[in-house]
């Protein structure tokens, strides 16, 4: 049995399709379904068992869940907008240690979500060998993921568990994060239809209007390097996984205005003041590190993955 947390959710619900597409469904879904629209992503995969994310917690702690092959946790809330930090500390950081150390105690793999959001502005770069005390994170998402992480690291638990820093995944599935949802998923109707983009305002000098830099990854790539680190136990430790490739705001426009067939139409609108001190003009992963565990994963250019999603959008239709 694989325990799958935050299941139903974009990256979650990727990998269980994934998952299912190696025949494996002997798997444990555990998430938090409210009156949201995330069970949709649950719908056609093949999984044995689903449960909340409280009752599963306390299930755990009362030592009624059976040894499973690996834990997978994805569960996380991922709003870099919430401003409740007693949230974060519960739902983020103190639920994954109770995971952590029941994984750990019964020697079983553990593969968890960190952020690049704990990167903060890059003045450390993006090196998932870096010495992380030195990271100061924008926001308490971010702050949230680096406190996991340096737990770990000062209970020297770093090297019995994997842990994956996701940089800027779109794709699929994830119709249902709504402000967190990637720009190509907020505008495709727009830009589909009414043959415009808007995107932020640039506050940085070092920057023109839609030229801030993030690495872009999809979500098909993703899973594909989640299922190596998967299959690969040994390799323990923080990974990034972006593309290493950092591209702009207005090539995903263009990528979107290629894969939908119109003109390029850029409007740049004011960011909100709540995000323009924290928000990040440059992201770039080192894969230096995945590369020598020995995964050797292409990812798609941006321009092919921009107009794979694209499809998806235009049939509203899900992985």
Known sequence: MI???GGAGFIGSCFLWKLNQEKIDDILVVDHLD?????KNLVGKKFYDYMQKEDFLQAVKDKKIQKPQAVVHLGA????????????IHNNFEYSKTLALWAMDLNVPFIYASSAATYGNGE????????????APLNMYGYSKQLF????LRNKYNDKVTGIKFFNVFGPNEYHKG???SVI???YDDVAQKGIIKLFKSYNSKYADGDSLRDFVYIKDVVEVMMFL????KNTGLFNIGTGKARSWNDIAKSMFAAVGKQTNIEYFDMPEILRGKYQYFTEAKMDKIRQAGCNHKFMELEDSVKDYCIYLKNKSYL
């Open 3 to 5: 325990i799958l947390t």
């Open 35 to 39: 009156n949201g629209e995330k069970w």
């Open 77 to 88: 809330c991922s709003s870099t907008t919430q401003t409740d930090a007693n949230y974060y």
């Open 124 to 135: 450390n770069g993006y090196d998932d060998n870096c010495n992380i005390d030195k990271l």
């Open 149 to 152: 992480d340096l737990w770990l």
């Open 179 to 181: 402000s967190m949802k």
């Open 185 to 187: 998923c907020k505008t």
């Open 230 to 233: 998967l299959n690969n136990p």
